[in-house]
């Protein structure tokens, strides 16, 4: 089973739908969901969010996190989560900023991602983010990195169950 099958099979079979907030993935989280029969059940919607300006207007992510810690940081990540998370009726959001490549810039290595899973659970918010390095073309880093943020996404929803935040 492919890992957005899966993926679907998981939000299925708990009733749950998700949101993304992609910016160097460019909607192909939301793409691999929806090839799958039945993933539209499973999709609420998703943001394509490249310049810092859409970020900020769509997701409400904030200048000063932007100029802080760069556009390519789990912080942006994670503010982009809850943006998407706070204009949706979905349960899950999955965001990823990054430098798809081929050359670094600013001092970050190209094929750097950050992701953020951001997962609600009544009142109760809880979002996980981490920074992965992806080496190969600018095709196979957005698929990697869109592969990856689907691959983690049932781990991270067992953790936000059990209370956890990180």
Not at 61 to 70: G, H, S
Not at 131 to 160: C, D, I, N, S
């Amino acid at each position: 089973m492919s890992i957005a099958a899966s993926t679907i099979d998981y939000l299925k079979t708990r009733e749950l739908t998700l949101t993304s907030a992609e910016s160097c993935t460019a909607g192909k989280i939301i793409t691999l969901l929806s090839e799958i029969e039945g993933g539209g059940a499973c999709i609420e919607s998703g943001y394509v969010v490249y310049s810092p300006q859409a970020k900020q207007r769509l997701l409400g992510v904030r200048a000063y996190t932007i100029e802080t810690f760069n556009l390519t940081s789990c912080e942006v990540a994670r503010e982009m989560a809850e943006g998407a998370l706070r204009d949706s009726s979905a349960h899950i959001a999955v965001a990823t900023t990054g430098l798809l490549g081929p050359d670094d810039k600013d001092g970050i290595p190209a094929g750097t991602v950050c992701f953020a899973w951001a997962y609600r659970a009544g009142k109760a918010l809880s979002v996980f983010s981490r920074k992965e390095r992806f080496m190969g073309t600018r095709e196979q880093v957005q698929l990697y990195a869109a592969l990856h943020a689907l691959k983690w996404l049932p781990h991270f929803h067992q953790r936000a169950l059990a209370g956890e935040r990180g």
